[in-house]
């Protein structure tokens, strides 16, 4: 998922963040709202916010989902540019784009 970070704010690229489907699977609508549950701002066509405060849960959260075999890579790791600066918190689930 692209990832970047302004003024301590972590943001997900609205069209990376997974899609919650009414009768989809159990596993990515479980992501979809786990994700959700912790950010800051998560609206509709815009990107998803989270504070410093909860980017410890986002890594452990993206590590079990990524563990679980159940989502790609590409669903579950964070997408930085190759000029940021990544937080120690989120390096384990992070990559350079």
Known sequence: MRARIEQEILYLHHEDVPPFKKGGSI???SYF??????AGRAKRG??????PEV?????RMLLSFAESGYLGLSETMLEFADD?????????????I
């Open 46 to 51: 815009r990107d998803w916010e989270y504070e």
């Open 55 to 59: 980017w410890f849960a986002l890594q």
């Open 33 to 38: 709202w786990a994700l959700k549950s912790i």
């Open 84 to 96: 940021a600066i990544i937080p120690d918190e989120l390096r384990s689930i992070s990559t350079r």
């Open 27 to 29: 596993v990515r609508n």
